[in-house]
């Protein structure tokens, strides 16, 4: 049973540029959620996708976007990329409803 | 507004026991959880509380008391693979609720 695995897991980028990131959910979740993690932080709430619709938002500019496919693995994208973009974004799977979120390993993004 | 505390830092030797506080203010609380992340690692589930109390798994315990808006996490028999961060993290917005977490607690546990 696969767990949450997202790529690539390094990725560097200039100012301006724009950045897919993917996940794939554990097997049998239906909800995914993105988080922005900077160093010595906790994890951000990006926001949350469930039956491909975004449901729930976190203080993050229109910047960044996101998609949830059928598969129920989910892209998170972040245009017009800017230095403090640096960070680890990680993704979680949930049951829709359910506690426990199971991350993914994440994705370290570093803007120079 | 919400916000989670808890301490930033906390040392012990291997086989002792450590208290993690975390203090939240939040609308609609639906519940704390504790996470736990080593060195570029992903955050791991630990345990969740919805309802006052105390609730046990294994060497570590979790604690709330929602009318203190209060929690705690309790790691006993320290050993040297605990040294991590840990985080609680609030539960918001309903069943379609997303995590707050707080800033986190680095334990160091030496020999």
């Known amino acids: 049973d696969a767990g949450v695995t997202q790529s690539p897991t390094h990725l560097i980028k200039t100012r301006g540029q724009q950045v897919t990131l993917r996940c794939s959910p554990k097997?049998?979740?239906?909800?995914v959620s993105w988080y922005q993690q900077a160093l010595g932080q906790g994890p951000q709430f990006i926001f949350q996708?469930?039956?491909?619709?975004?449901?729930q938002r976190g203080n993050f500019p229109d910047r960044f976007s996101g998609h949830q496919f059928p598969n129920y693995s989910s892209e998170l994208n972040v245009n017009a990329l800017l230095l403090g973009d640096s960070a680890l974004y990680l993704c979680?799977?949930?049951?829709?409803?359910?506690?426990?979120?199971?991350f993914g390993p994440g994705t370290r993004l570093l803007v120079l | 507004g919400q916000s989670l505390e808890q301490p930033s830092e906390v040392t012990a030797v291997e086989g002792a026991i450590v208290q993690i506080n975390c203090t939240y203010q939040?609308?609609?609380?639906?519940?704390l959880s504790w996470y736990q992340q080593h060195d570029g690692g992903a955050p791991t589930f630990l345990s969740y509380?919805?309802?006052?109390g105390l609730e046990e798994t294994g060497r570590f315990s979790s604690f709330l008391s929602r009318s203190d808006s209060y929690g705690y996490l309790l790691l006993q028999e320290l050993q040297m693979k605990d040294s991590a961060s840990y985080f609680c993290?609030?539960?918001?917005?309903?069943?379609?609720?997303?995590?707050?977490f707080g800033a986190g607690t680095q334990v160091v546990v030496t020999p």
């Open positions: 939040t609308s609609g609380f639906y519940g």
């Open positions: 993290a609030v539960r918001v917005g309903g069943s379609w609720g997303k995590l707050q």
């Open positions: 509380n919805a309802l006052d």
């Open positions: 996708y469930y039956e491909e619709e975004e449901r």
């Open positions: 979680a799977s949930s049951l829709f409803g359910g506690e426990t979120q199971y």
């Open positions: 097997s049998g979740h239906d909800t």
